[in-house]
């Protein structure tokens, strides 16, 4: 279980882990100067954000139309579809479908929304081999440990790590070096493509007037998992929807250049349905599980549902200070840094979540460099407002030391008189109490009111 308290010892400790914050610097460093260089091709970046942001907020305020559509072209193209209200309803209808088919082995691309319903523990729970495919996920996985980012899984762990990791589990050398170490995750998982009796990927996008979901990657891993094994799910959020493939042509390059900095990614792919009778390969069944599991709470939200625009390409988590200081896992949560700040307390709890709004420093960052525009520092204040009136779970501690504050700040006469000593020994106070021993702060000395009038008189 996630806790406030869990959160800032982890915060505190990782933050000053130079090894870590020297890893992520260098690979966020790297993703910076990619992002740089993908700019220079739009001949107006800001304009494609603009109809990036009115076609999802489009989709969100459509929702039920465009879900509607999706459904009934992907069950005209052959495809099974399921809705999910919840993880476990989503857990359950997998679990219907291993067993149809007897299932033992499961190859999966990479999926935030599979990590959201804790699918592969689950499935390991009554015996299935789960393997990930994607080169980042397989590290993680291997290294019995969480994605630490929505994009790039094993983004904390240099090559180094890597060998190491591959040493011990697979008896590798201890300084394999890059070609090594991926010529032999290619051999072993090229024996699992053609094993599985299940391929499970995500979707990017889902394809409302051709009933298609949208997929794209880097390492060709996720049409394997579609190619090789006689079934396919995809298990996709409701939000996912884009109303025309036409669009695909932005969000396909807006994506690419936002999550890695490439003009477009490697393989996309757009999968309508099972394999038909005409063709020799391809999946028997394709059986797409859409997820509600909050979303559809979060929609009702008047501010909050414009975190649904989400096409989670990782920059704001890249962009912000407090996920580049304290790393992916510390929020020990699905997903991470401002976005997940907005969308974790509706998909797992305020009670459980709602400490996340507070990693924030509202510097705006995110908001800067986000693709479909999400106002997410505001979005993350709106949730603060909720966790703390809503759920009635601020501490009496905190709301008299609010309802103190605002009496002096609403009394100009208070804030006039000259208490530098009272004033200094209460920002001590604090600043001993949470503010951390690692911060300074400037004496008071003399009241701004007195400097302001000094200034002005010379
Ligand atoms: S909120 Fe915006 S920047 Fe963050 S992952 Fe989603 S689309 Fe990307």
Same mark, same amino acid.
């Given at each position: 279980?996630?806790?406030?308290r ?8 990782? $933050? ?5 914050? @020297? ?15 993908? &700019? ?13 942001s009115?076609?999802? %907020?489009?989709?969100?305020n ?15 193209n ?6 999910? /209200?919840?993880?476990?309803s989503?857990?359950a ?6 067993? @149809?088919?007897d ?19 689950? &499935? ?22 969480k994605?630490y ?13 890597? $060998? ?6 697979f ?8 070609? @090594?170490? %991926?010529? !032999? ?13 299940i391929?499970?990927t995500? $979707? ?14 880097n390492?060709?891993?996720? &049409?394997?998992?579609v190619?090789? /094994? ?10 996912? +929807? ?12 807006? +994506? ?17 349905? /099972? ?14 599980i ?13 501010? @909050? ?48 979540y709602g400490?996340?709004t507070f990693?924030?420093?509202l ?12 106002? +997410?520092p ?7 407002r ?16 609010m ?8 009394k100009?006469? !208070? ?18 109490? !949470? ?6 702060? /400037?004496q008071?000395? %003399?009241?701004f ?5 000094h200034?002005?008189?010379?």
């Amino acid at each position: 279980m996630p806790s406030k308290r869990k959160f800032l010892k982890q915060a505190q400790k990782v $933050a000053f882990d130079y090894e870590h914050r @020297q890893k992520l610097k260098h690979n966020i460093g790297k993703y910076e100067i990619a992002v740089e260089k993908g &700019l220079l091709r739009y001949k107006d970046f800001e304009k494609a954000r603009d109809i990036a942001s009115a076609i999802k %907020t489009d989709v969100v305020n459509n929702l039920d139309k465009y879900l509607d559509e999706f459904a009934r072209n992907f069950e005209k193209n052959g495809g099974e579809l399921i809705i999910a /209200p919840d993880a476990n309803s989503a857990l359950a209808a997998v679990e219907r479908i291993v067993k @149809q088919v007897d299932a033992r082995l499961i190859v999966k691309s990479k999926s935030m929304t599979t990590e959201e319903i804790g699918l592969n523990e689950f &499935l390991e729970s009554f015996g299935v081999e789960v393997v990930e495919t994607d080169l980042g996920e397989f590290i993680v996985q291997q290294a019995g440990e969480k994605p630490y980012h929505i994009v790039t899984p094993a983004m904390h762990k240099s090559k180094q790590d890597v $060998a190491r990791l591959y040493h011990e589990k697979f008896g590798l050398p201890e300084d394999a070096d890059v070609h @090594q170490l %991926t010529s !032999f995750t290619r051999g072993y998982l090229r024996e699992k493509f053609v094993k599985a009796d299940i391929g499970i990927t995500g $979707a990017n996008f889902l394809i409302a007037n051709i009933g298609a979901i949208a997929v794209t990657e880097n390492e060709g891993n996720a &049409l394997m998992s579609v190619s090789f /094994p006689k079934v396919h799910i995809a298990i996709v959020g409701i939000e996912k +929807l884009l109303p025309s493939y036409k669009d695909l042509s932005l969000f396909w390059q807006i +994506l690419a250049n936002r999550g890695t900095g490439q003009s477009v990614t490697v393989y996309n792919s757009l999968i309508l349905g /099972p394999k038909k009778n005409v063709e020799d390969n391809g999946p028997e069944r394709m059986i797409v599980i859409l997820i509600d599991n909050g979303r559809t709470e979060l929609l009702a939200q008047k501010e @909050q549902k414009a975190a649904l625009k989400c096409i989670r390409c990782g920059a704001c988590l890249n962009a912000c200070p407090v996920y580049r200081t304290i790393g992916g896992h510390t929020y020990n949560s699905v997903y991470s840094g401002p976005i997940g700040s907005v969308l974790m307390p509706f998909f797992g709890g305020f009670k459980e979540y709602g400490y996340l709004t507070f990693a924030c420093t509202l510097c705006r960052k995110c908001e800067e460099v986000c693709p479909v525009r999400i106002p +997410l520092p505001d979005l993350i204040l709106s949730n603060r407002r909720d966790y703390v009136e809503k759920y009635k779970l601020s501490s009496s501690g905190e709301r008299v030391a609010m309802k103190a504050f605002e009496y002096s700040l609403t009394k100009p006469k !208070f804030y006039e008189i000259n208490m530098s000593k009272v004033k200094n020994a209460f920002i001590r106070l604090i600043q001993n109490w !949470f503010w951390s021993k690692y911060r300074d702060f /400037p004496q008071f000395k %003399t009241p701004f009111r007195k400097q302001f009038k000094h200034k002005k008189s010379n």
